[in-house]
């Protein structure tokens, strides 16, 4: 009887574990807005002269300028994203954003702008792939934001003058959807418009994002009932049903496993 009781509420603490991941709020981000740029350039740090046509190089004796028209509809947006192509594979990039409203082409290069490092950088030794960093901290207000990239080993990016444009996008973060979901029904998430093949970098990670898809997910006799629950309940939780007695001990009455798919939740499921 006692493990008969133990197997009952399991099962029913798994139910609860499971609709509650199901039931939770989504947060959802979608691209709202891009920049345009208004010059994008390569220096040589050792005489400050520029070029403008042609690939983006990238060096220990050679940076990267560019320089974006960013509209009030990107700046205040939860996210602003930097994206580039890359050409040809370099060392680690590192980004920093000139202080001021000043176009690159507009800067004498032979005596530096001040630069403000930013806490980001793009991957190493990747060809012919989109990468991507999100430049947030350093896009407050609307106007001209110049960014610098540099690295320790030469590479390329795709210039302005390619198919392959520096683009500078915003991103809103929707609230989550507090409506409570009809029986039978499981809100999915919706997929962060993205170029395919798109690397996701910040200060800690670099994620590597093949194809981005909304995940499909069924409603089961068990979810279908509970989808509707909003948070995990504070009233105690009872058992709904639970098995026989058996008179033998040992392996006769196996207790049940709880199997969580914390990457696709409505997968979830009790087994036993």
Do not use: Y
């Not at 990747?126 to 901290?137: A, F, G």
């Not at 196996?254 to 199997?259: L, M, Q, V």
């Amino acid at each position: 009887m006692l493990k008969s009781n133990r197997m009952a509420t399991l099962c029913c603490v798994g139910i609860a574990l499971v609709s509650a991941m199901i039931a939770s709020p989504l947060v959802r981000a979608t691209e709202s807005a891009s920049a345009s740029v208004v010059v994008d350039i390569s220096i040589d740090l050792r005489s400050g002269s520029i070029d403008s046509t042609g690939s983006l190089q990238v060096s220990r004796n050679s940076a990267a300028a560019i320089s974006f028209d960013i509209p009030e509809q990107v700046a205040t947006a939860d996210q602003v994203i930097l994206r580039l192509q890359t050409e040809r594979p370099g060392g680690d990039a590192e980004i920093a954003v000139v202080e001021g409203d000043r176009r690159a082409d507009e800067i004498d290069w032979r005596n530096p702008p001040v630069l403000h490092p930013l806490d980001v950088s793009l991957p190493a030794g990747i060809r012919n792939e989109w990468v991507e960093v999100d430049v947030s901290n350093a896009v407050s207000t609307a106007g001209v934001f110049t960014f610098v990239i540099t690295r320790t080993k030469s590479g390329s990016f795709f210039s302005s003058e390619s198919s392959s444009t520096p683009q500078l996008v915003s991103r809103s973060l929707n609230p989550p959807n507090t409506t409570a979901m009809p029986a039978g029904s499981v809100e999915t998430s919706t997929p962060i418009s993205a170029p395919a093949d798109t690397l996701v970098a910040n200060s800690e990670t670099v994620v590597s994002v093949q194809t981005i898809s909304s995940p499909t997910t069924q409603a089961t006799e068990t979810n279908a009932a509970v989808a509707t629950v909003t948070g995990p309940t504070k009233e105690p939780i009872t058992a709904l049903a639970e098995t026989q007695p058996v008179p033998h001990s040992g392996d006769a009455a196996d207790d049940s496993a709880i199997w969580i798919d914390r990457a696709n939740p409505a997968r979830s499921a009790i087994i036993g």
